[in-house]
């Protein structure tokens, strides 16, 4: 059974000092990774302020959260990982999606595919990516991306990088059994980019599990799999409950009471709720919001490593 570890993301700061303070703050209450997430909204861009965040730290891990395939070349993509990884000294957890979000899409002028043909150019990305950081000279034509003698340097510090994939439908979910190290487990969503209320329930958690564990077959395993944390708090530790859920539905997180993507209840509640989802499913990865990052620490004390 892994041990359970904890991640928080987080989208902006007012300075680069409240940031680095930030990354360091995290470091020091025990969270094992800081991810930044990938839109074109007001924050900050996630290659920098990785690079930032690792500056100043020496045992947290850094990642995308994810990554959207569609703004980056696969070259490019596995060149910045690389180059992130180098100068993290090895802390790099690679986030890759598909991108959902509408809004990136409009404001680069992109068409919004239909979400097949997105994980098609996802799909054939990884590969490359995959290639290029394990030192491959790569040659590629395929439908979507061409390559000639492509490679990178320097090369990264871990052999492999692990690959986080966030995964909510049936193929993303197969793709990731296949894919990731680490599986990103988030609410299927509709064409439009909006997250299925029916789909954020632990039944559909389970059963999400279900068909990992049998697309991935012996490699279930070796697969880390996370839960993304629309919203978090917790009772007793001045956190305010009610700031919370006004707070995720200002963000237009689709999740019902009790999803297991909002993460709310006393300490023994929430030690207790996550012990027995680690023993059905297997889950042992949470990451949670950036207001979250002191209230849910004794969290982190109580279960984090064990």
């Excluded at 690079?51 to 993509?77: C, E, K, Q, W």
Aim: charged share 20%; proline share 6%.
């Amino acid at each position: 059974m892994r041990p359970f570890r904890f991640a928080v993301y987080a989208f902006s700061a007012p300075s680069g000092e409240a940031w680095t303070g930030f990354a360091r703050r995290a470091e020091s209450l025990g969270y094992d990774t800081l991810l930044v997430p990938d839109h074109l909204s007001r924050q900050l861009s996630p290659i920098a302020a990785l690079s930032a965040a690792a500056a100043v730290t020496s045992r947290l891990r850094i990642g995308p959260y994810v990554f959207a395939n569609d703004f980056r070349h696969p070259l490019v993509m596995a060149r910045e990982a690389a180059t992130l990884d180098v100068l993290s000294g090895g802390r790099l957890e690679l986030g890759l999606g598909a991108g959902w979000r509408r809004s990136d899409y409009r404001q680069l002028g992109y068409a919004y595919a239909a979400p097949g043909r997105r994980v098609d150019r996802l799909v054939e990305s990884l590969g490359i990516v995959k290639r290029l950081l394990a030192g491959e000279s790569v040659t590629h034509r395929g439908e979507h991306y061409t390559l000639e003698g492509a490679r990178i340097a320097p090369m990264p510090v871990q052999r492999p990088v692990p690959i986080h994939v966030g995964a909510g439908g049936p193929r993303m979910l197969r793709i990731a059994a296949r894919e990731a190290d680490i599986v990103g487990l988030i609410p299927q969503f509709t064409r439009g980019g909006v997250p299925r209320l029916t789909d954020a329930t632990e039944g559909a958690l389970a059963r999400k599990v279900a068909l990992l564990r049998s697309a991935a077959g012996d490699r279930f395993g070796a697969l880390e799999l996370s839960i993304y944390c629309a919203d978090a708090g917790m009772v007793g530790s001045g956190h305010s409950l009610l700031g919370s859920v006004g707070s995720a539905a200002k963000r237009a997180v689709v999740a019902p009471v009790g999803s297991p993507y909002l993460l709310y209840g006393t300490l023994g509640a929430l030690r207790d709720r996550l012990e027995r989802r680690r023993e059905a499913l297997g889950i042992s990865h949470y990451a949670i919001p950036h207001h979250a990052l002191e209230s849910m620490a004794p969290l982190l004390e109580a279960l984090a490593g064990r």
